[in-house]
């Protein structure tokens, strides 16, 4: 179980976000040559890596596991509670899309007795901070697709409505240039 926001971020945005973790006393965490490699300096956020883990020590020790010579963090244990993932949009210049980024907590998990084991609570605080943070840097926003139904002869065509986590700049994008929107 969790808590999970999904959005449309790019990367200079998401600077924002995840030096905001680092003022509210996370690490920032990544995998790196299937290494695990943790800073407390923003420089570790970089273009090329698009998923990471901010870590409050305060909230129980980091483990690191091995598997298949890969070193990983996470998953619904005591480690997996003290972490939020988050990661920013890619952006594919030549198909014209916008990948989802997500901000995600593991709000507990069961033990090997059953025993229900909560999230701490300075890891659901930061969470919030952290989601009030993307919800106000990718504010919530109605977007209108046009659909194009191929099944029929005269392909018609549909307005349909949603709404997006979307910050204002792959906002730009896809209403000035076209791109869509992917998971």
Known sequence: MGKQINYYMGFKDFIKVAQFAL?????????????????????????????????????GE?????ENRREEIGGYNASGIALIEAGFSYVKHDRKTITRGRLFSITGYYDESGNWMGQPECVKKAYDKIARKV??????????????????????????????????ELLELKMREGYKLSL
């Open 135 to 168: 919800k106000k840097t990718a504010p919530f926003t109605e977007i209108t697709e046009i659909i194009t139904d191929f099944s029929t002869d005269d392909h018609r065509q549909t307005e349909w409505k949603c709404k997006e986590y979307i910050s204002p």
């Open 62 to 66: 980091l483990r690191v596991r091995t």
């Open 23 to 59: 003022d509210l006393g996370c690490v920032i965490c990544r995998e790196e040559n299937k290494k695990i490699i943790c800073s407390n300096h923003i420089d570790i956020v970089t273009p090329s890596v698009k998923r990471y883990f901010f870590y409050l020590p305060e909230a």
